[in-house]
């Protein structure tokens, strides 16, 4: 965060920019520069030529990475793109803020006015593109993308998770408030997410939190970038602590596949808590599952009254929940999944 900071005071003249360019907040791309390359130091040593040859004949993603390779020779003749030097990450993106060549050719902004569209060693370039790259896939200026909200007493946890979409006033109306400012405008389609279960942080996703996705399809990854985005805007941080364990990914399997034995698509048996298994976790039916897990330690631990202490009280700083209204113990899965991390790009050289 200090380094994030740092980078937002040295380069506030190209942010102030891009605010007013495309409406994106200096927060949203420091943490997508710090994710993507540690601002910068980090933009990895694989060919950019091998790499994207490599994945346009691998037989899961093709229909992506051929298409990026005839990008790569239009940068060529551009003088873009040097297939003997270009290197950067193993999945074929380049420079700073980890572009394909087809979105440096569609995005690709001179920032620093040098003639050039340099990714790899000019911030302004790196941002400037990054963030008409969001624009481009749909970011809407002066919207918010993520807020942390207090749950009331009676949340119906089925209604959780990105599949149901509410105008903000219907949360509202259901006892959803924020945790640190009020909420957002009352007709913004949202989303209540629970990245960490039941007994951690709550979450409204407004619609810009589906830009993220056009980034990294990954909700992991999405919502901690989008979470972090919050934090070098001011948001506070989520302060209590998380009391209880997740599921390992062995015990995450055997979950996996009680929700599949009762009939609901989880995916692949794979030990990682993704969409279909949130999805499928989050059906009123979810109960049965847990109870067929009884002998798993973490599940028992969550299914067992007497060794589960109520979550912290936590009061919304705006019209919060009155006190005693807490969230009553119940089953709650963790992810396990690690953020996925590609290497930088480097431009031709």
């Known amino acids: 965060m200090a380094h994030g900071q740092k980078n937002a005071t040295r380069h506030k003249h190209i942010f102030d920019q891009i605010e007013d360019l495309y409406g994106i907040p200096p927060g949203v791309l420091l943490a997508f520069w710090a994710f993507e390359t540690d601002f910068g130091a980090f933009q990895g040593n694989y060919n950019t030529r091998n790499a994207l040859v490599t994945l346009a004949h691998d037989c899961r993603r093709p229909e992506l990475f051929r298409p990026q390779i005839f990008a790569a020779l239009e ?3 551009r003088d873009a793109f040097n297939p003997e030097t270009t290197q950067g990450a193993w999945a074929g993106e380049i420079g700073m803020v980890q572009m394909l060549p087809q979105d440096i050719l569609d995005n690709g902004v001179d920032g620093d006015g040098d003639g050039l569209v340099d990714l790899r060693s000019s911030p302004a370039d790196a941002l400037m593109s990054g963030a008409k790259m969001l624009s481009n896939m749909g970011w809407k200026a002066a919207q918010p993308w993520l807020q942390e909200v207090i749950l009331p007493f009676d949340m119906d946890w089925s209604l959780t998770g990105l599949d149901t979409q509410k105008p903000v006033s219907n949360w509202a109306a259901l006892g959803v408030q924020g945790a640190n400012q009020p909420l ?10 629970l990245p960490q279960g039941r007994f951690g942080p709550a979450f409204i996703a407004y619609p810009n939190f589906h830009v993220y996705f056009e980034w990294n399809q990954s909700f992991v990854y999405v919502t901690t970038a989008a979470y972090f985005a919050t934090l070098f805007e001011g948001s506070p941080r989520y302060g209590s602590e998380l009391e209880y364990p997740g599921l390992n990914r062995t015990e995450m399997k055997s979950l ?3 929700l599949r034995d009762l009939g609901y698509d989880v995916g692949k048996i794979d030990g990682i808590l993704g969409a279909q298994t949130r999805r499928a976790k989050g059906s009123k039916r979810v109960g049965a599952a847990c109870r067929c897990l009884a ?3 973490a599940v028992k631990r969550a299914l067992s009254d007497s060794k589960l202490k109520p979550p912290p009280k936590r009061v919304a700083k705006s019209g919060g929940l009155s006190a005693g209204k807490l969230t009553p113990p119940s089953f709650q899965l963790f992810s396990n999944q690690p953020i996925p991390t590609g290497l930088p790009l480097v431009p031709a050289s």
Do not use: H, P, R, V
Not at 184 to 193: C, F, N, P, R, V
């Open 75 to 77: 940068l060529f003749l």
């Open 295 to 297: 002998n798993l330690g």
């Open 184 to 193: 957002y405008q009352a007709d913004l389609e949202s989303s209540i997410i």
């Open 256 to 258: 996996q596949s009680t």
